[in-house]
């Protein structure tokens, strides 16, 4: 009989009443009435804040009650209360709940607009209500559960009996199943999880509530959290690990057992396979739910999973890869907490291994990332045993030759991690030295083993020669690590024998095992040497000298081993080095390379002195020419640890400028390249935290050189430091030349006639060097100041240290000076004479004295002069210096007279539009015009272009051709350098000094850059010379200078490209690298057109000279981006077809160079447009295998993505007769089988990478061959 609302409201007010007093009455009548309350509870708010209030109060009373025992011998009646409490607070938190879902629902459909935001405030009231009551009402529930309940239970009653339990974890996984609970709810799901860990422990209902969890785990993945705080309290409440051993039991089963099949027999296959998909899905979700319950089990309680280890472990044959990252962080944090505990081990060491050999391997990429990435935290805490760390090091290198870029870039990282960290030496040693070491140590244990040998009597043992292998050498570096091993290995067993309290083993059981190693040892002491500087005391008794002995030999062989360990990790990183670490300082991957300039940088510290170290460096420095600026900005930082060791820290700033002044210097002393200036230059362009010190170095830098040279440096320099740079001045000056850009303050400009002075009071110096880099100094600052006049006095006292230059003296100093005071008489014109006929002069002195120009005979006999030949390769040498100067004089001089004119044109094409604007309406009248006259227009203003582009070019040629006719005139002595060229340029050069023929060779192409008429004239010796000549110097030099007449001379050069394009596989590879490098450039600047000739280069990819393959690499790395793809895309038809010419390249070489090339081709239409390119080379292959075969390996690289690239393969095929509409007949016999052949398991895996429902889809053909007509425009 249900209850009215006037009876529950009296019964309400009487349970009020006897609420504190009495609160076991109060809970009592409203559980006797508990259905017809909740059900007023949930429809009447008034009621339901008058029960909150009363249920609450009366709970309370009654935990309080209990806990002080008010009252004696009521047990039976806290029994009942606690019941009857569970049950109204099961009930009414699911009033709450359905409350609040169904308010969630409600606020989607919250009626018409005009009401909506009034409803909408008082609807979140109430949520805000009925939320903050249940948080309140799991406070109460928490509270309550936590007591001691089994003390009101008596053994004939058992608690866990109770249904209550069940109905407890059922109300609070309802409330888990309905929230989503975020961050800020933190408070409720700790009363959920304290309320589920203590339900399960006190009723004893693990097994049924595990399987309950792992249901809803199965569905919703942010159970996980919490559940895995309800086993983590459960386990530290009640320290029993019943739940965690059912949780464990019941994921392995569900993850391990075999998926069940569908049992419903359908007749459509694609509703079977929707099926078995829909169920992998669930199982993958409900996998990595799991996975994320034991991750985070494993980072609370990870002491307790370590009985379940091996149970866990066979999860690593789960598909899911979450499962198995799981399973990695498990191992890890074993081994972390395992660290410190001397009785796991065994257990460390085993898990270890598991993840270096089978997690290191995994098939998935993450995984195997995840793995690495751990071991780098492990090293990085010092937590890998020092016996491990060689095996540990193996298999990194062995990832580093990973497929996943991912998976390099973390094996490098911890390489670099295992260098730092490593536990053997901080630096390395010569290798012969570690090995001498090694040898040392293992004598004085072989010696130690003798004499314990002899002490207990067991030294006259056989040597069973059959055990060991017979084929082994004594000498044999090999057979000692191996029979060191087997030493190593069978000391082991001997050294666990040795007891804890030093007392010494049986006899025989020692005399066994020392048989053994006594055997193995006295193999090796024939190879060791015998000296042996081990005490030996007479005195001692038999038994502690013994154990003496014994301890002794113990303690040597853990120094042994050792040394051994470290000799290993050592060469395994030095091989590594030498091999692996050049491809990937030249992959294309960035990650690569830059992880791996964080190990060479790590590695300079260590060992920086071996030659593959050396070569490692400046290949590293060359990454400054990259492209990639993360690249290029890691490099400089690489030059700034490495060579200034710019990142230790100094608090002196002047004495770090002097230190990085110092280093500079070193550099400059040691190698002085391209590379360096270019990272000196990066580096002075930082705009880094670290410019500011490099701009007090610049500071520091320029007293030190206002000392040197005019002393008036205004700051207190250290003389030590300057007693160095002045032994060392020459690369001083040269640092400061480099310098002087960077100086924002222009302080050398005020102290410019200064400069100059001092260097014309240095003039008696024999130092030619000095004075090129002083007079380099000197038009950097005129660059700047080009308001300054330079004394003549100058001019003619350089000149005149030229002439009188001794011929003694370096060739190469001479040329640089002279070509550095003509940079400086250009740039600043003496005052009263030209710069032209100052130089014209200065050639005229050098040429009286050889009394030039003579007779043919008379230079056969005076070539064999030495003195007479150095002034006249100094006269070939200023002659091209000044045709040099002239020419770019000439060309910057037109060039600023077409930019001149060419913005005047901009300028009245601008107003041409503005025109055209004004008189739209007239052009829109006169749209009638026919197609064909705007076509005429177009070309009428492309001739106009091509007009004027051809007057401009004319202007130059006239101007150059200008140059000729005034240097070239007759009794010149460019008239008679040329006529002395006509006859030296024939002749056999071998015979000649190497210097006189490259200065004469270079003269001549100099000369034929200003003449076209002596172009034409010596372009067939000068390719023949290319070939032919004996110096390889001259060929590189030829080769370069052939660029520049590409240039200015195409009509003349063109017709010798093929031989161009030969000078690649000059049988000099320097030669070969400088003709690779000059064609590249010339096509990448679009300065030539690229030819047939193409595949010269692509031969080149995978050279066996690491530069010039590098070169071939990047260059078609950059014209992959040229044009979107299209200017690699064009050429790829003509490489394939002359590749594939006998004799031109192995297969093996072609497959390599097409799957590198066919790597850039991403865009769709391009991959059509090559099938059916490749195709029509197919066909025309008559009875070529050879070229079959590569056209189909082709199309095999091609990733054919989209069903228009099939269809245009299948369309070709024979067999493919009712889509072409062609017979068999159409192929003969021969070219059919041929399709078969070599096309058929293409196009089979083809089909089986596409879709099989877009394969088998027909293609819509139009019912007429012919295709339509567009519609004229006219029409």
Request: glycine share 0%.
């Amino acid at each position: 009989m249900s209850i009215s609302k006037e009876e529950l409201n009296i019964l309400l007010k009487e349970c009020q009443l006897n609420k504190h007093n009495n609160p076991a009455y109060s809970l009592s009548k409203l559980h006797a009435i508990a259905d017809d309350l909740i059900g007023h509870v949930e429809r009447s708010h008034d009621i339901r804040k008058i029960f909150s209030v009363l249920l609450k109060d009366a709970i309370q009373s009654e935990i309080d009650s209990i806990s002080s025992h008010q009252k004696a011998n009521v047990d039976n009646i806290h029994r009942h209360m606690i019941l009857f409490s569970l049950d109204l607070l099961c009930r009414y938190l699911l009033v709450l709940e359905h409350l609040i879902i169904d308010n969630d629902k409600q606020q989607q459909h919250i009626g018409t607009p005009n009401n909506k935001k009034q409803k909408r405030s008082v609807q979140t009231c109430q949520i805000d209500w009925y939320i903050n009551e249940r948080d309140e009402i799991l406070h109460l529930f928490t509270n309550l559960i936590k007591l001691d309940l089994r003390q009101f239970w008596h053994e004939t009653e058992r608690l866990e009996d109770q249904q209550i339990g069940s109905t407890i974890v059922d109300v609070c996984l309802t409330i888990i199943r309905n929230n989503q609970f975020s961050s800020r709810a933190r408070t409720v799901k700790d009363y959920l999880s304290f309320i589920l860990a203590l339900t399960i422990g006190q009723f004893r209902i693990e097994e049924e509530t595990s399987m309950k969890m792992i249901q809803m785990l199965q569905i919703q993945e942010h159970t996980a959290t919490i559940f895995s705080a309800v086993i983590v309290c459960h386990v530290k409440h009640f320290r029993t690990d019943t739940l965690l051993e059912r949780i464990i039991n019941d994921i392995c089963l569900l993850c391990l057992s075999p998926a069940i099949a569908p049992t419903s027999t359908s007749n459509h296959s694609s509703s079977r396979s929707n099926t078995s998909i829909l169920n992998n899905q669930t199982e993958t979700n409900s996998s990595r739910t799991m996975a994320k319950l034991l991750d985070e089990l494993s980072t609370h309680i990870c002491d307790h999973l370590i009985i379940y280890i091996n149970r866990l472990l066979d999860l690593f044959d789960s598909d899911c890869l979450q499962m198995r990252n799981c399973l990695l962080n498990i191992c890890v944090n074993i081994i972390r907490y395992c660290s410190s505990l001397s009785e796991y081990k065994e257990l460390r060491g085993e898990l270890f291994l598991l993840i270096i050999d089978q997690y290191f391997l995994d098939s998935n990429v993450h995984v195997r990332s995840h793995a690495i990435g751990l071991c780098i935290n492990l090293v990085e805490s010092k937590l890998i045993p020092t016996k491990f760390y060689c095996h540990l090091t193996q298999a990194t290198i062995e990832r580093m030759n990973d497929i996943s870029c991912i998976v390099r870039k973390h094996a490098i990282q911890l390489a670099t991690k295992l260098l730092k960290f490593n536990p053997y030496i901080d630096r390395f040693l010569p290798i012969d030295v570690m090995l001498d070491e090694y040898n040392t140590e293992m004598n004085k244990l072989v010696q130690l083993q003798k004499l314990l040998g002899q002490t207990l009597k067991v030294e006259n043992i056989p040597v069973d020669t059959d055990k060991i292998h017979d084929n082994e050498k004594e000498n044999d570096l090999d057979n000692q690590h191996l029979l060191f091993e087997r030493i190593v290995e069978q000391q082991q067993n001997v050294c666990s024998m040795y007891l804890v309290d030093e007392s010494l083993p049986s006899f025989e059981l020692y005399n066994a095992e020392m048989s053994k190693l006594i055997q193995l040892q006295s193999r090796l002491n024939n190879c060791l040497a015998k000296t042996c500087d081990i005490e030996v005391i007479d005195d001692e008794e038999p038994t502690e000298k013994a154990t003496r002995l014994f301890d002794n030999m113990v303690k040597q062989s853990k120094l042994v081993t050792y040394l051994h360990n470290a000799t290993d990790f050592c060469n395994l990183l030095r091989r590594f080095l030498a091999k692996e670490t050049f491809y990937l300082l030249s992959s294309k991957v960035t990650s690569d390379v830059l992880e791996i300039i964080d190990f060479l940088v790590l590695w300079s510290t260590f060992e920086c002195q071996s030659n593959v170290y050396k070569k490692l460096e400046k290949h590293l420095f060359s990454l400054i020419w990259s492209n990639d600026k993360n690249i290029s900005n890691a490099v400089i930082n690489a030059f700034k640890r490495i060579c200034l060791k710019i990142d230790e820290e100094n608090t002196d700033e002047k004495i770090s400028s002097k230190r990085i002044i110092e280093k500079l210097l070193d550099q400059i002393d040691l190698n002085l390249t391209l590379t360096f200036e270019h990272i000196l230059k990066q580096l002075l362009n930082e705009s880094t935290s670290t410019t500011a010190n490099f701009f007090s170095f610049i500071e520091v830098l320029l007293d030190y050189y206002l000392k040197l040279t005019t002393d008036n440096s205004k700051k207190n320099l250290s003389d030590d430091f300057f007693k160095q740079i002045q032994q060392r001045q020459n690369s001083f000056l040269q640092l400061i030349s480099f310098a002087i850009p960077y100086d924002k303050k222009h302080r050398l400009l005020s102290h410019l006639n200064s400069i100059i002075q001092s260097l014309i009071h240095q003039l008696d110096k024999d130092d030619l060097d000095y004075f090129y880099y002083q007079m380099q100094i000197i038009a950097n600052l005129l660059v700047r100041k080009t308001s300054y006049d330079i004394p003549n006095e100058f001019y003619d006292l350089i000149i005149k240290k030229l002439l009188e230059s001794n011929i003694q003296s370096e060739q190469q100093s001479w040329i640089n000076c002279m070509k550095q005071i003509l940079n400086i008489i250009f740039l600043k014109e003496p005052r009263q004479i030209s710069a032209n006929d100052f130089l014209m002069k200065f050639l005229r002195l050098l040429a009286e004295k050889i009394n030039w120009p003579l007779e043919y005979l008379d230079y056969q006999t005076k070539i064999m002069d030495k003195s007479w030949r150095v002034i006249f390769i100094r006269l070939l040498a200023t002659i091209n210096a000044f045709l040099t100067h002239r020419v770019q004089k000439y060309e910057c001089t037109n060039l600023s007279l077409i930019k001149k004119i060419q913005k005047e044109k901009n300028h009245s094409v601008i107003n041409d539009d503005e025109n055209e604007i004004d008189n739209e309406n007239s052009l829109l009248s006169s749209s009638t015009l026919s197609v064909s006259r705007q076509l005429f227009d177009e070309e009428d203003e492309e001739k106009n272009d091509n007009e004027e582009n051809n007057h401009f070019m004319q202007q130059q040629n006239s101007d150059l051709s200008h140059l000729e006719q005034e240097l070239f005139q007759t009794n010149s002595i460019f008239y008679s350098i040329d006529k002395w060229m006509e006859l030296f340029i024939h002749e056999d050069h071998s015979s000649y000094d190497e210097n006189l023929v490259l200065t004469s060779i270079l003269t001549c192409t100099r000369m034929m850059y200003v003449s076209p008429n002596l172009c034409s004239k010596y372009v067939d010796r000068i390719f023949e010379l290319c070939k032919l000549c004996s110096y390889s110097s001259v060929r590189s030099a030829l080769i370069v200078s052939l660029g520049d007449l590409l240039l200015r001379h195409p009509n003349i050069i063109e017709p010798y490209t093929p031989q161009f394009y030969a000078q690649i596989h000059d049988k000099d590879l320097n030669v070969g690298e400088t003709a690779l490098c000059t064609i590249a450039i010339l096509i990448l600047r679009e300065m030539i057109k690229v030819r047939g000739y193409i595949s010269e280069i692509a031969l080149c990819l995978f050279h066996s000279h690491t530069p010039i393959s590098s070169i071939a690499q990047h260059f078609f790395d950059e014209l992959s981006l040229r044009q979107r793809g299209l200017a690699l895309f064009n050429v790829l038809p003509d490489i394939i077809s002359r590749l594939s010419m006998n004799n031109i390249c192995s297969r093996d070489l072609f497959q390599q160079i097409i799957s590198h090339l066919f790597s850039f081709i991403k865009n769709d239409r391009h991959c059509e447009i090559l099938v059916k390119r490749l195709c029509r080379q197919f066909k025309q292959a008559c009875g070529d295998d050879r070229k079959r075969a590569n056209v189909a390996f082709c199309l095999s690289k091609l990733n054919i993505k989209t069903i228009a690239s099939y269809r245009i393969l299948k369309e070709n095929f024979p067999n493919a007769t009712e889509s072409t509409e062609q017979n068999e007949d159409d192929y003969d016999k021969e070219e059919h089988l041929a399709w078969k052949k070599y096309l058929m398991p293409v196009l089979n895996d083809i089909e089986r990478r596409l879709k099989p429902t877009e394969v088998s889809t027909p293609r819509r053909t139009p019912s007429s061959t012919t295709p339509k007509r567009k519609n004229d425009r006219s029409s």
